[in-house]
């Protein structure tokens, strides 16, 4: 049994929201007051302060007062509360606004609406609705819950739980609200996995029934390969993706998205390193999880099956290339770093490696090789040299000279051979003097000119 916070208030959930939030949350809350309009705190933000977890969020949900028409105005509600810097970004038909904070933190606002599904696995169609409506429309029991947050909506009670969520809470039980959910939307199977790996929940028994009706169904193969890929981004954020990905493999999920895709238990490992293995990223592209999390895991699978699983999820052109190639990038990489002598050599193995296939390779070397790369990350990748280009033309360099001359720079500060500007400065010298030792040998400019390509190509006989 899971202890709950008893007979949670509006004060509480405010109080449990973070500073800013808060604040938008209270002006919402006065704003609908003077509409006469209902404003509850929906889903997951009330689970989790039944739960005693921190609020991140508030998703939240407008109501129309008893007896008067279902559209709420949320858009000028949300206007109503904005402070200035705030934006107001409206989408879709059915009155959804997000207002944007400065500080990168975002609050939604909703209306009531039902939905219907016309064929297994297809989008559902959205009409507007009742509370209970659109809260039985939710994914779980434990997310179909509304707390009141004004005078308006607490007519309607303070919690809202038409589904038994309070009591699932209790148990630790993931509930859907009936025998066709996974049917009709078979993505939930992963958000099921999300939320029992992060809450250390189980399945209902009958809703393992359900899925496993869905899965017989066929109705996973109706879903595009875009919706189940956004179900991984997702489940790759968590704190403990292994654990979510080992319900999919044990409820029969991941074949159901492509013939034989399992879950190796050479990548269990590598996986549940995943959340410490993420490089800190310094100027290059962002880290995606996703990216890293298919990597480890699809390299322990056939490269065949790898490619047929990114092709289902409709991950294509040189993404699908990277992920599906890491397994002999793996390999190779791995090799190099067990014959290096020197944090030069160290560096040469990793340094041309894109950030997300640095962290993928931390999460399967084996631990000799983890400290170095963690070593190569913190210290050596971002090394700044002290001497720049110009500086090597001037010392008499030119072309593909400065180039090498500047990898030898590089090499040297690694390898603790120079450790100042007039050293690297000195070397640069040496290294142009090499160079016109090799230019004034006799027969250098025509080995020069054989090694040089042809400016065009040379026709073929016809």
């Known amino acids: 049994m899971t202890t709950l916070q008893p007979h949670p208030t509006s ?45 991140r969020d508030a998703d939240l949900t407008a109501t129309a007062p008893i007896g008067s028409l279902p559209g709420v105005d949320t858009e000028a509600l949300a206007h109503a509360a904005a402070l200035p810097g705030d934006r107001v970004v409206s989408h879709g038909r059915f009155g959804t606004v997000r207002i944007e904070l400065p500080a990168g933190v975002t609050l939604d606002v909703a209306t009531v609406r039902s939905e219907t ?29 509304a707390l009141a947050l004004n005078a308006k909506a607490s007519a309607d ?13 209790a148990t630790g039980e993931l509930r859907v609200f009936h025998a066709a959910s996974f049917r009709d939307d078979p993505t939930r199977a992963f958000r099921a996995a999300r939320f029992a790996a992060r809450l250390g929940f189980t399945l209902a028994r009958e809703s393992r029934s359900a899925l496993r009706s869905a899965l017989r169904s066929g ?3 109706a879903v595009s390969g875009e919706r189940f890929a956004a179900e991984l981004e997702k489940l790759f954020t968590e704190a403990d993706p292994v654990r979510a990905l080992a319900l999919l493999h044990e409820w029969h999920v991941l074949p159901a998205l492509e013939p034989g895709l399992t879950l190796p238990r050479a990548a269990l490992g590598p996986l549940r390193r995943l959340p410490r293995a993420t490089v ?3 100027g290059e592209a962002p880290v995606r999880p996703w990216v890293v999390g298919l990597m480890v895991w699809l390299s322990a699978l056939p490269v065949p099956l790898a490619r ?9 052109g040189a993404i699908a290339t990277r992920i599906a ?21 160290i560096d040469a193995a990793l340094r041309p490696l894109p950030v997300e296939e640095l962290s993928a390779l931390l999460a399967w070397a084996p631990a000799g090789e983890r400290r170095r790369i963690e070593r190569h990350a913190a210290e050596d990748r971002e090394l700044v040299l002290p001497v720049t280009g110009d500086d090597l033309i001037a010392a008499g360099l030119a072309g593909p000279e400065i180039g090498r001359a500047l990898a030898r720079i590089r090499a040297a500060l690694l390898d603790r051979a120079i450790a100042t500007r ?12 090499g160079a016109r030792r090799e230019n004034a040998k006799p027969g250098a400019g025509a080995a020069r000119r054989r090694r040089k390509p042809n400016a065009l190509p040379r026709r073929r006989p016809q």
């Open 280 to 282: 800190a990223n310094r």
């Open 219 to 221: 109705a996973f193969g």
């Open 117 to 145: 599904y016309a064929a297994p696995g297809a989008l559902p169609d959205v009409a507007a609705g009742t509370l209970e409506q659109d809260l039985r429309r939710r994914d779980f029991t434990l997310n179909a819950l």
């Open 308 to 316: 047929r699983t990114l092709a289902r999820l409709a991950i294509r």
């Open 11 to 55: 004060a509480d959930a405010l109080a449990a929201l973070p500073d800013a939030t808060r604040a938008r949350v209270e002006r919402l809350a006065a704003a609908a007051d003077e509409r006469g309009l209902g404003l509850f705190l929906v889903g997951g933000p009330v689970r989790d302060l039944l739960l005693g977890r921190p609020l």
């Open 157 to 169: 009670g303070a919690l809202i739980d038409p589904g038994g969520g309070v009591a699932d809470l």
């Open 325 to 345: 190639g890491f397994a002999r990038t793996r390999e190779t990489v791995v090799r190099a770093l067990s014959a290096a002598r020197g944090r030069a050599a």
């Open 422 to 433: 007039e050293e690297a400065l000195l070397l640069a010298r040496e290294l142009a003097a």
